[in-house]
């Protein structure tokens, strides 16, 4: 890889995520740590707003852009097999979403790149979510977003029902299944829950903040640890 596509690449990686480390880097482009040092501080030099630093990780300041970008025959197909892959297991409105941003990129491809986005012969079957698990997720998703507390009223695999009152962290799809996990405020614990066995689901207008021991990372860092053990 050139120099200049490097940077560009990196330049893209850092825009795409909250805190890049230079070791995600390098494994990315497969160069060494110090030459990501190296080009991170050529990209800070030219004027590129990267803050962060060596042995933290880097991050873009709000507001940098670059020109638009063209796709190219591959890259447009595999947008369009992600949509079509997604767009049935999607809440209504993530899935109109996504339709509507391969629109805007068709309406800029070049000819030839649309052609092989339009002509691509892979699909997944409509047949998706139920409606009630549809809105659902739309409400887990602002949920999460907006740090709102809900109340559910859950059967579980054995038929048993309980009310919660949770703080919701992420969805996660398992083929045909959604689940979301939280922070149960009855057990004191993290839970997950699949989405079809939510029998009611409620927005309290009580808001949460991130506490040490009750946030996604805390999570993931918990699944991991068990993972392990396993």
């Known amino acids: 890889m050139r120099r200049a596509d490097r940077l560009f690449q990196i330049v893209q990686l850092i825009?795409?995520?909250?805190?890049?480390?230079?070791?995600?880097?390098?494994?990315?482009?497969?160069?060494s740590i110090r030459t990501v040092y190296r080009d991170v501080a050529a990209l800070q030099q030219q004027g590129v707003p990267i803050d962060g630093e060596a042995g933290v990780g880097y991050r873009m300041r709000v507001g940098f852009e670059l020109p638009p970008l063209m796709f190219s025959a591959e890259e447009a197909q595999s947008l369009v097999a992600a949509v079509r892959l997604a767009q049935p297991q999607l809440d209504a409105v993530l899935g109109q979403r996504a339709e509507e941003a391969l629109s805007k990129i068709f309406a800029v491809l070049p000819g030839t790149a649309r052609a092989a986005a339009e002509s691509l012969t892979v699909y997944a079957p409509q047949r998706g979510l139920d409606d009630a698990t549809r809105e659902r997720l739309t409400q887990l998703r602002l949920a999460t977003e907006s740090r709102t507390k809900l109340r559910l009223h859950y059967l579980d695999l054995n038929d048993q029902t309980s009310t919660r009152l949770v703080r919701p962290l992420a969805c996660f799809f398992w083929g045909p299944v959604w689940t979301f996990s939280a922070w149960c405020e009855l057990r004191e614990d993290f839970r997950s829950f699949r989405v079809d066995r939510v029998q009611q689901l409620e927005l309290t207008e009580e808001r949460f903040r991130d506490e040490p021991g009750k946030t996604l990372a805390d999570l993931q860092r918990h699944e991991s640890a068990r993972e392990n053990w396993a």
């Open 15 to 31: 825009r795409g995520r909250r805190l890049t480390t230079a070791e995600f880097l390098s494994q990315r482009l497969e160069v």
